[in-house]
C-alpha cells in the first residue's frame, strides 16, 4: 500500500501548465501555417519541412522572391521568428491524461508506514510545541534547527522544515 507524504502540488501544476502552453504555441504554428496555405501535422525542422514548400512555386529564385509573389512575407517571417523563438519547447502532439498524470507523480513522495509514522510525529510535535507557546509556556523557536533539524521558526512560530524531513524519512526503511 503507497501512503502519500508529500505532494508539491504548485510545482506539479507549472510543470502541467508549461507542457500544455507548449501544445499551444505548436497549434498556433501549425494554424499559421495552414492560413499560408500549408497544412502538416509537426514541423521537425523548419528548413525541410517548411521553407522547401515555400520555394516551390519558383524553385530558382530565393525564399525571399517566392514570400514577396504570394504576398505572404510578413505573416512568413513573423511566424518562422516565432517557431524559432520557441522550438524547443513546441509540441505538435496534446498531453494524454497519463502523461500529465506522469508528471504529477514526479512531484509526490511515498512512504512506508515507519516513515508515515515519523512524518505525523515531527507535524504533532510543532504542533504541540506551538499550543505550549500559545498558552504561555515559553518555547524557544529560535534555536529550533539545533534542538532537531527537521524544525525551522518562522515567525516565532515552529514549522517542520518538510525538505528536511522528506530527506531524513527517506533514509528511513
Request: contains cysteine; proline residues 2%; hydrophobic residues 40%.
Amino acid at each position: 500500500m503507497k501512503i502519500l507524504l508529500n505532494e508539491n502540488k504548485a510545482v506539479a501544476d507549472s510543470a502541467i501548465n508549461q507542457k500544455q502552453q507548449s501544445h499551444k504555441a505548436g497549434m498556433f504554428v501549425l494554424a499559421g501555417l495552414a492560413k499560408l496555405g500549408l497544412k502538416l501535422d509537426s514541423v521537425n525542422d523548419w528548413t525541410i519541412d517548411v521553407e522547401a514548400e515555400f520555394r516551390k512555386d519558383f524553385p530558382k529564385a530565393d525564399l525571399d522572391f517566392n514570400l514577396n509573389a504570394n504576398g505572404i512575407k510578413k505573416e512568413y517571417r513573423d511566424l518562422e521568428t516565432y517557431y524559432n523563438a520557441n522550438k524547443y519547447g513546441i509540441l505538435f502532439v496534446e498531453p494524454t491524461a497519463g502523461e500529465l498524470e506522469a508528471i504529477r507523480e514526479q512531484y509526490r513522495v511515498y512512504a512506508t508506514e515507519k516513515q508515515a509514522e515519523a512524518h505525523a510525529l515531527a507535524h504533532s510535535i510543532t504542533n504541540d510545541l506551538n499550543k505550549l507557546k500559545d498558552l504561555g509556556i515559553p518555547v524557544n523557536t529560535f534555536q529550533s534547527l539545533d534542538f532537531c533539524p527537521i524544525f525551522a521558526d518562522n515567525a516565532g512560530s515552529l514549522e517542520v522544515y518538510t525538505s528536511n524531513l522528506i530527506s531524513f524519512l527517506q533514509g528511513l526503511k
